[in-house]
């Protein structure tokens, strides 16, 4: 199997340099293919082997890279068989649609073991205002199917700005991870982690809410539900089967790439953007209802569970994170609330990393995050004076 990964971004976002960042620290023991389908933009030092179309070089690291000038679909197909790489990373055009990209690669996996894997958009956080303007079609199609969107120069802008930056860019796409802290305190593992939706916060909040909640009527009703462990059944039910969008592309819908077809009351009418398997980042503004039932069909309301999660670069005061957490772990203001978790940036640069279950909390300094992400699970949740809380309304 060979996974694709499609690294799209308007001209000098810094798709190039995201690539070489993610060989040398994310790709290591990996056979990488890399292929530009440019418009001579970019070109790689080296002597180039001419044929058929496919220029070919080697980076110091051992990638193999390839420029595709001609058939696109074709060409693909000849270095799947020439190479046979773990992993294609295809740059297109600065000026090229993610989607047509993508489309290519979702009708190649019909008849070539490979995965569409990640769709990664670089936005110059500095200059995104201006560009969703002034090239509105290609810019946005590069955003509004992204699974994951890396802002470059993050730390050249001012935190009004950035924060800005964040909401045009979920306006476009609600789904999709924004990483915004500068790519010098994040490393290429951890970009891949998010590329991939391996840090997935939300889900594995949602799974230690059932498990807690099954724990509970088990020992409150000591019984077994009819012989049947309903958690297994449906504590993954409502990700599981979405976490194989990705593989199965139905309706070769981008979005179905970000797995979530749990019910949402977040006005955008997404799930949370844990791209499926994908799982992963249920920030973003985005809730899932969580309606389970068990093997007889029959509903229960007291596995309802909705989450509620943000993605931001929102700079906090400790105090404020510790007032949020006294609120929800001694008080039902804003519903019952069963989890909650986060890491978030300080005003002095450092990050505050929090847990919160009924009637108890804890504070520690973590390393930098990929970017903001806060995540609150429970009943009943009062969503918009979370938002309020969080200083995010």
Request: hydrophobic letters at 35%; glycine letters at 8%; a negative charge.
């Amino acid at each position: 199997m060979t996974k694709i990964d499609i690294v799209s971004g308007f001209l000098g976002a810094g798709k190039t340099t995201l690539i070489k960042k993610m060989i040398e620290e994310a790709f290591q023991g990996q056979k990488i293919v890399l292929i530009e389908n440019e418009f001579g933009e970019v070109g790689i030092d080296g002597g180039f082997l001419k044929d058929a179309g496919i220029e070919i070089t080697e980076m110091n690291s051992g990638c193999i890279c390839c420029s595709l000038v001609g058939d696109f679909d074709r060409n693909l197909k000849e270095v799947l068989e020439k190479f046979h790489p773990d992993r294609i990373l295809i740059e297109p055009s600065g000026v090229g649609k993610l989607s047509d990209v993508m489309k290519s690669v979702i009708d190649l996996e019909k008849e070539r073991d490979v995965k569409l894997n990640a769709l990664v958009t670089v936005v110059n956080a500095a200059k995104a205002s201006k560009q969703m303007k002034a090239f509105g079609e290609f810019f946005n199609n590069q955003i509004e199917f992204a699974t994951t969107v890396v802002l470059s120069r993050s730390q050249n802008v001012s935190q009004e700005k950035l924060e800005l930056c964040v909401k045009q860019v979920q306006a476009l796409n609600p789904k999709a991870a924004v990483i915004t802290t500068p790519w010098d305190a994040i490393t290429g593992e951890a970009i891949l982690n998010v590329m991939e939706q391996a840090d997935s916060m939300e889900m594995q909040l949602l799974a230690e809410a059932r498990h807690a909640k099954e724990a509970a009527e088990h020992a409150h009703h000591h019984h077994d539900h009819d012989g049947h462990d309903h958690h297994n059944h449906n504590g993954h039910e409502d990700y599981d089967h979405d976490s194989h969008a990705q593989d199965t592309h139905d309706g070769h819908d981008a979005h179905a790439h970000d797995g979530h077809t749990h019910d949402s009351h977040d006005g955008h009418g997404h799930g949370a953007h844990d791209h499926d398997g994908h799982d992963a980042h249920g920030h973003n503004g985005h809730t899932h209802d969580s309606h389970h039932h068990t093997h007889d069909g029959h509903h229960h309301a007291d596995e309802i569970f909705t989450s509620w999660g943000k993605e931001t670069p929102h700079k906090y005061e400790k105090s404020v994170i510790e007032h949020a957490l006294r609120q929800l772990s001694e008080t039902e203001a804003y519903g019952t609330i069963l989890r909650a978790k986060g890491m978030v940036e300080a005003a002095d640069g450092t990050w505050i990393y929090f847990d919160m279950v009924p009637g108890e909390y804890e504070l520690r300094e973590g390393q930098p995050e990929y970017t903001g992400r806060l995540c609150v699970i429970g009943c009943n949740l009062a969503q918009d004076r979370l938002l309020e809380l969080f200083e995010l309304a």
